[in-house]
């Protein structure tokens, strides 16, 4: 008998009525993802008015479950993505919840990206790595989706390679690991939790939150869903974090990527961030 998947969603959420559209879209997909799913918002918004809306992102389904958590008084605004930490610990304390996803308010995170991560944490879970994913965008002019966070073409000849040939697959790093969530099952989740990378003081670099003029927040954000990304990283290896690579056809999962649903980047005319083509051959050679 297979065991029953409980998922928990957190999403750090700055109240911009604007984005709530979005942030519909992002909640639609939730139901749909595996047996039981429960997501809990986190906003800095105190007002029932905007409360509610927040709490009317999805139709009513009976896998899933929605919940808001405000922050109202926070010493600065970056550090809403650190307040995810503190649910999931109680949260892990119930042994009913299997797997644990943190995301940003604006990814369209879907079943295929959650099967995706099961399969493939099974195929390299003895390596110390884990899978990931990739944020892409869909560039209209070019017709084409594009990888956010890649401002090169992918290249396997800096990195380690772990190959699964009987599966038609290999796992790699990226250049740049960053993928605006991370998800884990309870052992990783533990792992993290025990981790100095849990602990905001220890790894949150909150002293640079108003003073790197070329990072808005100093990176404190990004550092929150990093997690175990750089703790005890596996030798010949740059990051716990790793792709999976489709190897007779040489081209990255599909299934890794999540949609960043503003195309923002890809769009930006100044922008290094969403130029290379998603399906682009991976180099290995």
């Known amino acids: 008998m297979e065991e029953a998947v409980k998922l928990l969603i957190v999403i750090a959420f700055h109240f911009n009525p604007e984005k709530i559209e979005l ?35 999805t139709p009513k389904a009976e896998n899933y479950k929605l919940e808001v958590v405000s922050f109202p008084n926070l010493p600065h605004p970056w ?5 995810h930490k503190q649910i999931v610990k109680e949260k892990f304390s119930d042994p009913s919840y299997t797997h644990f996803l943190y995301i940003e308010d604006d990814m369209g995170f879907n079943r295929m990206n959650f099967d995706y991560w099961l399969e493939s944490r099974e195929l390299i879970k ?24 890649q401002v090169e073409p992918i290249s396997a000849l800096e990195t380690g390679v772990i190959s699964r040939s009987n599966e038609n697959k290999f796992f790699m790093n990226l250049k740049n690991p960053y993928q605006g969530l991370f998800l884990y099952d309870r052992e990783l989740m533990l792992e993290h939790i025990n981790s100095y990378t849990f602990d905001i003081n220890k790894y949150g670099r909150v002293d640079l939150i108003d003073h790197n003029p070329e990072w808005p927040g100093g990176g404190v954000a990004e550092r929150a869903n990093f997690a175990l990304t750089f703790d005890s990283i596996p030798s010949g290896f740059t990051s716990r974090s790793a792709v999976c690579v489709i190897e007779n056809l040489g081209i990255l999962d599909p299934r890794s990527f999540v949609h960043h649903l503003p195309n923002k980047y890809t769009n930006l005319d100044n922008s290094c961030f969403g130029r290379v083509p998603a399906l682009q051959p991976v180099i290995r050679c």
């Open 79 to 83: 550090l809403l993505p650190w307040g």
């Open 23 to 57: 942030l519909k879209k992002v909640g639609s997909l939730h139901p749909a993802i595996t047996d039981q799913v429960e997501c809990i918002v986190t906003t800095n918004s105190v007002k029932s008015s905007e409360l509610d809306e927040i709490m009317h992102l």
């Open 126 to 149: 003895d390596t110390g790595l884990y899978p990931s994913f990739n944020r892409v965008e869909f560039n209209g002019v070019r017709n084409l989706w594009v990888l956010v966070d």
